[in-house]
């Protein structure tokens, strides 16, 4: 597609659910990133992939949390038993070649509520 | 790790050029500059990025000091649509590789 596509864009669920939010990198892309926004906050990283190399997963908050991308295609990351201070907009983003020269293109985002 | 500075907020009258500063005094020396602005709602947006000249682009306009310590962001003719976050970052390698990281960015508000 024309952009990296992120669904759903709003997902509303209850404490304790499990949750998937997916990721549509734009074709061609080898590297992907997941960032979390919290409400008037900056973004905080996740997660990173780059082609077949092992995730850097430096960013992910807790074992809760985690994430799995087939190839140089669709990504998901999961947020298991979640909590109300998971509450934030996830971001995806990609890239052509490993974070360099073109930066990043990024989705718009789901936006997720723990009530 | 190229950690950078911003101001949290700047307001510019719409028509006027509006400078956006931004330190990164710790940036390594082939480390590119990159900015990025982000619209309520929407994911950030690519406007430009600069190693050592200057750079232009049909967006913005960057200006990197000599010594890259610092670099502004010059949008020449500010319209109330440019009110976004503007977000300077740089790449720091942490836990092996390379990643960008967004600070809380330059909340700018455009004036009728």
């Known amino acids: 597609g024309a952009g990296v596509s992120q669904s759903p864009s709003n997902k509303v669920t209850e404490k304790g659910k499990d949750v998937e939010l997916r990721c549509d990198p734009i074709?061609?892309?080898?590297?992907l990133y997941w960032y979390r926004q919290r409400l008037g906050q900056g973004l905080e990283f996740l997660i990173y992939?780059?082609?077949?190399?092992?995730p850097d997963k430096s960013g992910l908050p807790s074992d809760r949390f985690s994430a799995e991308r087939t190839g140089e295609s669709v990504s998901t990351l999961t947020i298991q038993r979640t909590q109300q201070e998971d509450s934030a907009v996830y971001l995806c983003?990609?890239?052509?070649w490993g974070g360099g020269a073109y930066g990043y293109t990024f989705g718009s985002g789901t936006r997720l509520t723990v009530v | 790790d190229a950690k950078t500075t911003q101001p949290t907020s700047m307001d510019c009258a719409e028509g006027r050029a509006a400078n956006l500063p931004c330190n990164h005094s710790?940036?390594?020396?082939?480390?590119?500059v990159y900015w990025y602005r982000q619209i309520h709602s929407q994911g950030p947006q690519y406007i430009i990025h600069?190693?050592?000249n200057n750079e232009t682009n049909e967006m913005a306009s960057l200006i990197i000091t000599e010594d890259r310590k610092s670099s502004t962001l010059i949008l020449p003719h500010a319209t109330l649509r440019d009110t976004a976050v503007y977000y300077c970052?740089?790449?720091?390698?942490?836990?092996?590789?390379?990643?960008?990281?967004f600070g809380t960015g330059t909340r700018l508000k455009v004036l009728a």
């Open positions: 600069g190693l050592k």
């Open positions: 983003a990609s890239s052509n």
């Open positions: 992939f780059q082609g077949n190399s092992a």
């Open positions: 970052i740089g790449r720091s390698k942490l836990s092996g590789t390379y990643k960008y990281i």
């Open positions: 074709s061609g892309h080898t590297a």
């Open positions: 710790t940036i390594s020396g082939n480390e590119y």
